[in-house]
């Protein structure tokens, strides 16, 4: 699971460095391979070009000033229609999609619009090791770290956030094995999501992560 992360991370470096914010990461958007070495990010279409970058003008991409993405991955300055936005507001997104892939849950649940934004604003999450108890307390930090409510609080960029999961599945790989590091956990999957699939059986809605 953290080698898909990672992938999606070193495109979003990628369209950071070109001066394209995604500002919809969301698991919809990433796209799975039976090789963990191959995932892809999609769907630039609420994408933002930030000043300075190859796109000058960003109301080419979309238009500012408005609440813009999926409302349950939206980051705090999003909610706010803040018009200054940078690569962190794809770090926090990155952070809730680590989040609901390690937990099975979304870290806000609110069922409606207003209170959900107020859960963003205030940073009402649950610390996912109350949800999942054997995740290792340093990806933890690094989830909640990437999902700070204040952006100067998270990774500065992709490759920060990435340096830091490396380090985590490093840590995994070399330190000593634990007894059961396998576990079933609920992927949200709607009809948009591309997940692999086979002949065999093409209705998996469940995948086994095993942090590698």
């Known amino acids: 699971m953290l080698d898909s992360v990672l992938q999606v991370l ?11 914010l995604h500002r919809d ?14 995932s892809r990010l999609l769907d630039f279409g609420v994408s933002k070009a930030l000043a300075g970058g190859e796109w000058e003008d ?19 300055e999003q909610v706010r229609a803040r018009r200054d936005l940078d690569a962190r507001v794809d770090i926090y997104g990155c952070g809730v999609l680590l989040y609901e892939a ?17 859960q963003i604003l205030r940073g009402d999450v649950k610390p996912p090791r109350e949800l999942r108890p054997d ?31 490396a380090r985590v599945r490093e840590s995994l790989h070399t330190g000593p094995a ?7 956990i609920p992927v949200y999957v709607d009809s948009t999501t591309a997940l692999p699939t086979s002949a065999e059986d093409d209705t998996a809605t469940h995948v086994d992560f095993d942090f590698e």
Do not use: F
């Open 10 to 20: 070193a495109g979003l470096g990628a369209a950071h460095a070109r001066g394209i």
């Open 25 to 38: 990461i969301k698991p919809e958007n990433v796209l799975l391979s039976r090789d963990p070495a191959v």
């Open 58 to 76: 960003a109301s080419a991409v979309t238009h500012t000033g408005v609440v813009i993405g999926t409302p349950h991955y939206l980051s705090p």
């Open 102 to 118: 390690v937990t099975g849950q979304r870290p806000h649940t609110a069922r409606q619009y207003n209170p959900l934004m107020l």
């Open 135 to 165: 995740l290792p307390p340093e990806l933890q930090r690094i989830i909640m770290k990437a999902m700070a409510s204040e952006r100067d609080d998270r990774h500065a960029s992709a490759e920060e956030l990435a340096s830091d999961i």
């Open 178 to 184: 634990p007894a059961s590091t396998t576990h079933e």
